[in-house]
T-cell receptor
Framework: SAVISQKPSRDICQRGTSLTIQCQVD?????MFWYRQQPGQSLTLIAT?????????ESGFVIDKFPISRPNLTFSTLTVSNMSPEDSSIYLC????????????FGDGTRLSIL | QKEVEQNSGPLSVPEGAIASLNCTYS??????FFWYRQYSGKSPELIMF??SNGDKEDGRFTAQLNKASQYVSLLIRDSQPSDSATYLC???????????????WGLGTSLAVNP
């Protein structure tokens, strides 16, 4: 299975600032996803990162707040913009493939706290 | 609205017993089914996946799928304290779903194995 590296692993940020999270996969993958997981909750999909085109966002998430890039088949970034305390969460990158019937695997996550 | 339901628990079993975790899903056309384990403060880790009706065994873990009844279960034999975690069920919707590339996640079942 693919090895997924995510950084930073954690950060503490000031209100109103932005943070970019990077996700690197050690092999080419079909799909990459960004999730948010708040304490004691299950996973919430933010968006699907599409290679070479705009990300596909889930209901309740918008590009202005969570811009995503995926310049190639092994790398993606998620930016959390204009952060507020409500954005404090764990952000997870996952990858699927090659082949769409393969399981998703996850990076170690980014634990984000907003002061 | 495609749904995946799990009993939140906590499910408590003694060491050495069989832990049985259940998951039901609403989309009858669902094709692939995944079990993830998540330790507190860690990212989800794939345990098992199953595509066909019946049982699939891997070491102490057995996944059971019954598409007619729309449920999938995970059995953990000879449970160990190290199995204590939250177990997430995820389902890939069928081809008629709006976006069947993303997984539909349950809220997870907390398992505690007592020494």
């Amino acid at each position: 299975s693919a090895v997924i590296s995510q950084k930073p692993s954690r950060d503490i940020c000031q209100r109103g600032t932005s943070l970019t999270i990077q996700c690197q996969v050690d092999s080419q993958v079909t799909m990459m996803f960004w999730y948010r997981q708040q304490p004691g909750q299950s996973l919430t999909l933010i968006a699907t990162a599409n290679q070479g085109s705009e990300a596909t966002y889930e209901s309740g998430f918008v590009i202005d707040k969570f811009p995503i890039s995926r310049p190639n088949l092994t790398f993606s970034t998620l930016t959390v913009s204009n952060m507020s305390p409500e954005d404090s969460s764990i952000y997870l990158c996952s990858a699927l493939g090659p082949g769409e019937d393969q399981p998703q695997h996850f990076g170690d996550g980014t634990r984000l706290s907003i002061l | 609205q495609k749904e995946v339901e799990q009993n939140s628990g906590p499910l408590s079993v003694p060491e050495g017993a069989i832990a049985s975790l259940n998951c039901t899903y609403s989309d009858r056309g669902s094709q692939s089914f995944f079990w993830y384990r998540q330790y507190s403060g860690k990212s989800p880790e794939l345990i098992m996946f199953i595509y066909s009706n019946g049982d699939k065994e891997d070491g102490r873990f057995t996944a059971q799928l019954n598409k007619a009844s729309q449920y999938v279960s995970l059995l953990i034999r000879d449970s160990q304290p190290s199995d204590s975690a939250t177990y997430l069920c995820a389902v890939k919707p069928g081809p008629n779903a709006g976006n069947n590339r993303k997984l539909i996640w349950g809220l997870g079942t907390s398992l505690a194995v007592n020494p």
